[in-house]
């Protein structure tokens, strides 16, 4: 006893799967886009000039992610005396 709708169904699960196979090697042949190139400074900067510097590094585009202070202890007290500035911004082209 022969049985036809076997073999469709196996030719078309056959079709089926080549054509999900096609489809994944055609996504993962995409070129990767390419990586900013990020810059990075460093400030060292005294105490009164804080304000001034970092509203500098704004305008620049600079995007300051930690600032360090530097401490001093005098007459029994701790004063940040300098501050360390860290920024990045994306790096031209």
Known sequence: M?????RA?????LIALAACAGVALAQGGAPKPKRA???????????T???????DLGKS???VFQVMPVWHFSDNELRPTRYQVFAKR???E
């Open 2 to 6: 022969k049985r036809p709708g076997i």
């Open 9 to 13: 169904a196996i030719v078309f699960g």
């Open 37 to 47: 190139t990020i810059e990075y400074t460093q400030r060292d900067v005294d105490a």
């Open 49 to 55: 000039q804080i304000v001034e510097t970092l509203d």
């Open 61 to 63: 585009s600079w995007d």
């Open 90 to 92: 994306k790096a031209a």
